[in-house]
């Protein structure tokens, strides 16, 4: 490998003169670039004295540690939650992603948090490099307000379209893997955590593909180390001040953005006053309590940020917090697993495991994405090499179809256009009916050996009955896949204007071409899926 670096930088150093460069660590930036505008002085305060927590000051104060949980199921309340609480906060807003799709509805989001900064919140933002792809998007630029940080984690150095992508191949352990952690926290008291980047289509069911998702809303104690979680990311090394992209420096790009935030609160008037009215109603419900709280006692694991620079022989031997947590509630587990898991790809180990609990009585129904609505063929093609053996152990398989998010948001009595495209993304579990498990975490190998990930662990009975009937639910518009007198594969289910049940021989929805492409996509080993 440092051959190889040392080639590849003869190659590329002329085309890199005169390119600009960020620094990959605060080790090696110039410090006197930076200045923080956020420190620990402005956390100085108690949360449990903010309005959002003096609302359940009862079920806070108890001593006992307590948290809510209310379940986020669809991606227009995801978002109108995350603004009416960015809208409540007073202290302090901190959001963590992977993705920000710099499209329509982050626009709004940002101009959320821009608007609490003015009141004087101080808000900080980190996002991963790879799910940028671009140095002058509107969350960089909001950099430029004086309550507003942001901060790029695990950056490629070098900002040239032409060379972005061949530094993965000098740094490939390192840039291979990402910060897939996602958080919400406002004024450490409150925080959302689950499968939901920032983009239109992980909250905008219109459009042209969408992530069907899952978040969750919880309050209280949990939130303090899920501040900590992001506390160390945030003044980790590998997260490199937005000051130091030149192009987040913009004054026009910045005036640009501000009259872009102008025109979404003065054009479309009625639209406008409709979004407000929602924001206002969302923020009265949770103010006179009528927000679905569960109670219970829970925990918040996240990878740490040093996960990134171990070399891939140390990623694949890694088991950390999160891993070791999963272990620990299956060998509790006695009774059934419920798991909605976008990316499903247990690896033989996991196979192995599960196939053990089914025969020692503990029922598994796993919901994933069928051929048709995945975005990751790949991941598929390694899903399928498992699947046979689960159905023939007695688990309930179901592969979710394409437009299936249109029928779990019926539940809520929304009108919508049906989308052209739906995918799961959902990474929740429930245990024995008792403990909640929701986050970033795939159950694949990105997110076991190379990813850094998040999630929530919360015990409550009355909760995971409800992410169990909201599992169930999202069953009844899947297909259910079993096995033939041949023991191949045949799908079964209804659309939504189906009179009968369809049975399938072959993957639904989907045409030869795609089949071939998931049948080439075998080639790509399964640690790289």
């Known amino acids: 490998m440092n051959i190889f670096k040392r080639v590849f930088s003869v190659v590329f150093a002329l085309p890199l003169i005169g390119c600009t460069t960020v620094p990959t ?80 509805t982050s626009k709004v989001l940002v101009t959320e948090l821009k608007r609490a900064a003015d009141r004087g919140v101080k808000v900080r933002i980190l996002i991963d490099d790879y799910g940028t792809k671009s140095d002058i998007v509107d969350v960089m630029l909001l950099n430029q307000h004086p309550n507003i940080e942001v901060k790029v984690f695990n950056t490629v150095a070098n900002r040239s379209k032409l060379l972005y992508y061949p530094q993965f191949l000098a740094d490939f352990s390192r840039l291979n893997s990402r910060m897939h952690n996602k958080l919400f926290i406002v004024d450490n008291i409150a925080y959302i955590t689950g499968g939901r980047n920032v983009g239109s289509n992980y909250f905008y069911p219109e459009t042209a593909s969408n992530f069907s998702d899952t978040d969750v809303l919880f309050i209280g104690d949990m939130t303090h180390f899920a501040t900590d979680s992001f506390d160390e990311y945030w003044n980790h090394h590998l997260s490199i001040p937005a000051t130091m992209f030149p192009k987040s420096k913009s004054k026009r790009d910045a005036k640009r953005l501000q009259d872009e935030m102008k025109r979404i609160t003065s054009d479309k008037a009625d639209a406008t006053q409709r979004y407000n009215d929602i924001i206002n109603i969302a923020q009265s419900d949770y103010k006179s309590k009528k927000f679905d709280f569960s109670w219970g006692r829970g925990k918040f694991l996240a990878d740490p940020p040093q996960k990134v620079e171990m070399s891939m022989a140390e990623k694949e031997e890694y088991r950390g917090d999160i891993i070791n947590a999963l272990r620990h509630l299956w060998d509790k587990t006695e009774k059934s697993v419920y798991m909605s898991a976008a990316y499903f790809v247990p690896g033989q180990g996991g196979l192995e495991h599960m196939l053990q609990e089914e025969k020692l009585g503990v029922h598994i129904t796993v919901v994933t994405n ?86 929530a662990i919360f015990e409550s009975r009355d909760f995971a009955k409800k992410l169990r009937e909201m599992i169930i639910k999202d069953t009844q518009t899947s297909w259910h896949v079993t096995l033939d007198e041949n023991e191949n594969p045949i799908w079964t289910g209804s659309r939504p204007n189906d009179k009968v049940p369809q049975i399938h021989k072959h993957a639904p929805d989907t045409s030869i071409f795609r089949r071939i492409w998931k049948n080439l996509s075998n080639l790509v080993p399964e640690k790289f899926v």
């Open 25 to 104: 660590s605060m080790n090696d930036a110039r410090l006197d670039d930076y200045t923080p505008k956020i420190t620990s002085a402005d956390f100085n305060f108690n949360p449990y004295e903010t309005p959002i927590a003096r609302i359940y000051e009862e079920e806070l104060s108890s001593g006992n540690n307590l948290s809510g949980a209310t379940l986020i199921e669809d991606g227009l309340s995801a978002f109108v939650i995350r603004s009416a609480f960015a809208r409540m906060a007073t202290k302090t807003i901190d959001l963590q992603t992977y993705i920000y799709s710099n499209d329509f």
């Open 370 to 455: 069928s051929l048709a609505s995945t975005n990751a063929p790949t991941v598929y093609a390694k899903w399928e090499k498992y699947r046979k053996q689960l159905i023939e152990s007695g688990a309930d398989v179901y592969e979710f179809m394409v437009s299936a998010e249109n029928l779990r948001a019926k539940e809520h009595d929304r009108e919508r256009k049906q989308s052209s495209f739906s995918v799961l993304h959902s990474k929740t579990m429930v245990f024995d009916d008792d403990i909640s498990w929701i986050g970033s975490f795939n159950l694949d190998p990105r997110s076991a050996y190379y990813n850094t990930e998040n999630v």
